[in-house]
């Protein structure tokens, strides 16, 4: 469990200088999680919270630890999101946030959550360093941001359990994304 705190406030180290709070009304602080996919770890940062009465999830930083980089990202962006949408919907505190026991079963019922306010609008990445628990640096990559600019993927995320095949089925279906452009040469993290 300490290592668990440990590598936790190491990991928001590594982000204090990207996110300082959620949108207001949301979480207070944003929750840093990592996964692997693939050969590769990524850690991410995210806030959730309610909006006009739907619950709602903004990614606001993905981190790529080395030896993968963000091409690794840019080459798989769709499965990485997934990936990171299920372990956000799967972690319990959401779980029963979204007002379930567990995730419901295919196809009977759906968990629904709104992605808002996490298009990073970026143009590569920016290779920096975290601490693990025990204070050693260890190399990851970072978005880097063009701007600012208040984003939103506008994608409504259905999630189940399919118990035959053993997974959970992830849907995403965008309006398109809402927001001001992402000028050239930088592009989304909505794009695929």
């Known amino acids: 469990m300490k290592k668990l705190f440990l590598l936790t406030a190491a ?21 840093v999680e990592t996964i692997t996919v693939g050969n ?14 739907l619950h709602s999830v903004s990614i606001s930083q993905i981190a790529v630890i080395s030896p993968c980089t963000g091409e690794d990202f840019d080459q798989d962006a769709q499965k990485v999101t997934d990936a990171i949408l299920i372990k956000i919907a799967t972690t319990p505190f959401i779980t029963e946030w979204a007002g379930y026991e567990t995730i419901p079963v295919c196809p009977g019922d759906l968990m629904c959550l709104l992605r808002m306010y996490d298009a990073i609008c970026y143009d590569g990445w920016v290779a920096t360093s975290s601490l693990d628990p025990l204070g050693t640096d260890f190399p990851v990559q970072v978005m ?22 053993n997974e959970y089925v992830i849907t995403r279906l965008g309006g398109g994304m ?10 989304t993290n909505c794009e695929y």
Request: hydrophobic share 30%; glycine share 6%; proline share 7%.
């Open 11 to 31: 990991l928001a180290i590594v982000f204090a200088n990207v996110v300082l709070a959620c949108p207001p009304g949301w979480t207070e602080y944003p929750e």
């Open 40 to 53: 590769c770890s990524y850690q991410f940062i995210y806030c959730y919270g309610i909006v006009n009465g």
């Open 144 to 165: 880097n941001k063009c701007d600012e600019s208040e984003r939103c993927c506008n994608e409504t995320v259905t999630i189940c359990y399919d118990e035959i095949n």
């Open 178 to 187: 809402m927001g001001p452009d992402c000028k050239e040469p930088c592009h």
